[in-house]
């Protein structure tokens, strides 16, 4: 069975860092492409970044280009999001997702993420 | 990047009826690529459709996508108790991946 189990979320100050794990079993982690999509409370779904099977291409939403890196170890069949000046808007349920380059059949349950003073 | 607007927002129907929903983006979605994703409360996403209107695994044959170009298409056939959910498209045609706002499906 296919499992993604995020891990990292909580509270930070703006302005702070904090760093999601996301870790997979039941597949072969390194053939699929990994991704990061959030959702703030009551809100809808937005694609944050993405990273090819072997780490080789990333790239990342507008809203988050400079700020957060994504990467992964295959080795260690993890994905992590290194997110760093964060702000309010940053506040949502991080989901790490994998699946082709585009779309996701397989998705963890989500760590919640909290900017606030 | 490219602007996805689902329409309606809000759909009321009865289990048993027919449920279509729709997704229009700001320019062409290259090859079709196009995707459904269904929304339960407290739950991840799951996919339904992806191309446009292959059917992801394990997905039941009532769910159908279709469209091409700016306008696409999540038909569900017959509503089952199970289907009242969130559903959201999204498109992966460029580098910039998008999603639309979402379409509530309710029982009325």
């Known amino acids: 069975e296919v499992q993604l189990v995020e ?8 302005g702070g860092s904090l760093r999601l794990s996301c870790a997979g079993s039941g597949f072969t982690f390194s053939s699929y492409w990994m991704h990061w999509v959030r959702q703030a409370p009551g809100k809808g779904l937005v694609w944050v970044s993405r990273i ?3 780490g080789s291409y990333t790239n990342y939403a507008d809203s988050v280009k400079g ?51 | 990047e490219i602007v996805l607007t689902q329409s309606p927002g809000t759909l009321s129907l009865s289990p048993g009826e027919r449920a279509t929903l729709s997704c229009r983006a700001s320019q062409t979605v290259s090859n079709s690529y196009f995707a459904w994703y269904q929304q ?26 279709s469209g091409s170009g700016t ?35 309710e029982i009325k």
Not at chain 2, 49 to 63: K, M, N, Q
Not at chain 2, 81 to 97: I, K, M, N, R
Request: hydrophobic residues 30%; glycine residues 14%; contains cysteine.
């Open chain 2, 40 to 65: 339960k409360p407290g739950q991840a996403p799951r996919l339904l459709i992806y191309d446009a209107s292959r059917r992801a695994a394990g997905i039941p044959d009532r769910f159908s996508g």
């Open chain 1, 52 to 54: 090819k099977t072997d």
């Open chain 2, 71 to 105: 306008d696409f298409t999540l038909t569900i056939s017959r509503l089952e108790p199970e289907d009242f959910a969130v559903y959201y498209c999204q498109q992966y045609g460029t580098s910039q991946l998008t999603f639309g706002g979402g379409t509530k499906v």
């Open chain 1, 67 to 117: 700020r957060f890196t994504i990467s992964r170890d295959n080795a260690k069949n993890t994905l992590y999001l290194q997110m760093n000046s964060l702000t309010a808007e940053d506040s949502a349920v991080y989901y790490c997702a994998g699946g082709g380059s585009g779309y996701y059949g397989s998705w963890g349950q989500g760590t919640l993420v909290t900017v606030s003073s």
């Open chain 1, 7 to 14: 891990s990292g979320g909580g509270l930070v100050q703006p």
